[in-house]
């Protein structure tokens, strides 16, 4: 397993980072701890996790993931993980964290309150990576990062990043952290897969220029590039996304619609006849896909069974070859942005 460093700071992380999303709703204890005993000796190092997981977020299992990863971490000599946790801040879209814990700003208060628990869950004296896991942008930039800077200062935390942010935010903070003398982002974690490329342009500029490494999550888009939604008949049983379609939220239906569509499948079918020409799954094209942009440290995977996470990791040491990226570009101009019906590219 390769390592990349985490923008400017002194981290260097594996190149697949697990992600833990999935642990204390879908995926139980005992499974989560063979799923990271799994990775870890497969070379991974690095655990993304949030307070506000698992997913979709509910006050009653609001921070059991940490939890569950904190009992993990006990396991293992500290030094040798890299953990990446994040403040909730205020919801976007289909997330809306529950407003009974008062994680709706990035203020300083929140801020502190939101480590000290993180702390506490994950049975830690310090994080790796704290990250914002959405922007606050009513919030003037200089506040937050102040914030944030004190807990580097306290040796709480070791490196500054941020979640689903825009361009313009993260040169917003920058410009922030640079007049102010503050501690800066050095990863920005946003959405990026073969079926949301969005990142390639504008972001991928910002990361190059700046040097602040972008973090992917969903490579698989949100399970889509498994290719288990291609398969004729019924939608796959216990699947996020099956669970949100035929589920009462309205908000998490309307988020699955943007991964299952007609475009976002045609895609995967296309993208698995080139995956069978390699002998690979598509799920293992897709990982290897994103870890191959020189603006990516580590793309996050996700599982909540051993058996998925195996196909992620099987693309640790693949490099694909010029002829099979050119493929994969060509069906990207032949079907532009299948996250959306539409082909529009949007935020």
Known sequence: MQRRRLGQSGLTVSEICLGTMTFGQQTGEAEAFRIMDHAYEHGVNFFDVAEV????????????????????????????????????????????????????????????????????????????????????????????????????????????????????????????????????????????????????????????????????????????????????????????????LTGDGERQKRMAQRFVNSRSLETTRRLMEIAQDLSISVATLAVAWSKQHDFVASTIVGASRLEQLEENLQAADLVLDDATLALIDQLDVEIPTPMTEDGLRRL
């Open 53 to 244: 997981y698992p997913v979709p977020p509910a006050a009653e299992t609001f921070g059991v993931t940490e939890e569950i990863v904190g009992r993990w971490l006990q396991t293992k000599p500290r030094d040798s993980v890299y953990v990446a946790t994040k403040v909730t801040g205020p919801g976007h879209g289909w997330f809306v964290p529950p407003v009974r814990h008062g994680m709706t700003a990035l203020d300083g208060h929140q801020i502190r309150k939101a480590v000290e628990g993180s702390l506490k869950r994950l049975q830690t004296d310090y994080i790796d990576l704290y990250q914002t896991h959405w922007p606050d942008h009513g919030m003037r930039y200089e506040d937050t990062l102040g914030a944030l800077a004190k807990l580097v200062d306290a040796g709480k935390v070791r490196v500054l990043g941020c979640s689903n942010e825009t361009c313009w935010g993260l040169m917003k903070s920058l410009q922030a952290s640079a007049s102010g003398a503050l501690h800066r982002y050095d990863t920005v974690q946003n959405n990026f897969s073969l079926i949301n490329r969005r990142c390639e342009s504008e972001l991928a500029q910002v990361c190059r220029r700046e040097s602040v490494s972008l973090l992917p999550y969903s490579p698989l888009g949100g399970g889509v590039l498994t290719g288990k939604y291609n398969v004729a008949g019924d939608l796959p049983a216990g699947a996020r996304f099956t669970d949100y």
